[in-house]
Each structure stands twice: as C-alpha cells, then as structure tokens.
C-alpha cells in the first residue's frame, strides 16, 4: 500500500524557515524518484523540488535557492529558507515527477504571512 503522510508545516513569517518531513511507504522510491508538490489556493498543483529516479535534483524556478530537498531512506525532507507570501500553499509529496496520482496523501499547509 503506497502512502505519504506529510508534516512540518505552519504559520511563519515572511524570510522565516520551515522543514517539511514526508514519510513513505509501499513502493520503489528509488526508481520512481520523490518530490514534493504544491498547491496554492484556486491554482493547480505544481512541482517544488524533487529527487528523481534517475539521480538529478530539480527546483523550480520559483524556490531555487531558498529551497533544499533530501532523503534518509523513504523520509524526504523539504527544507524552506527566506519564505515569501507566495509560498503559502498545501505541500504534498509524491513519487516522480511523474507523481502517483491516486495516492495524495493529505499534505500540510504552509502559510508565510505577517
């Protein structure tokens, strides 16, 4: 049974930091590559940072360099310095990307606001 239960998340203010944890199950991590995804309010969900299958750590535009992905065995870990406003979202994590699409788990809120 795949399943990603995700924490860490809360209220910071803006250039404050935040370290989500993700802990997975159920599946070939290692081949399918881990990531974590984001979505804002009334956007769609979209790819933050991920460790892909195939060895290659990628950012997106937005969050490179404040942002930093790992993993200790089926636990990602998403570190976020220097948090803006426009971070705030439900962070989930996924395999991929491509992500598993039938197996979200519940994700946790980031809100930056002052």
């Known amino acids: 049974q795949v399943q990603f239960v995700e924490s860490g998340g809360g209220l910071v203010q803006p250039g404050g930091s935040l370290r989500l944890s993700c802990a997975a199950s159920?599946?070939?991590?290692?081949?399918?590559?881990m990531g974590w995804y984001r979505q804002a309010s009334e956007k769609e969900r979209e790819l933050v940072a991920a460790l892909t299958g195939d060895g290659r750590t990628i950012y997106s535009d937005s969050v490179k360099g404040r942002f930093t992905i790992s993993r200790d065995n089926d636990t990602v870990f998403l570190q976020m310095n220097s948090l803006k406003p426009e971070d705030t979202a439900v962070y989930y994590c996924n395999c991929g990307p491509p992500p598993l699409q039938n197996y979200w788990g519940q994700g946790t809120q980031v809100t930056v606001s002052s």
């Open positions: 159920g599946s070939a991590f290692d081949i399918l590559g």
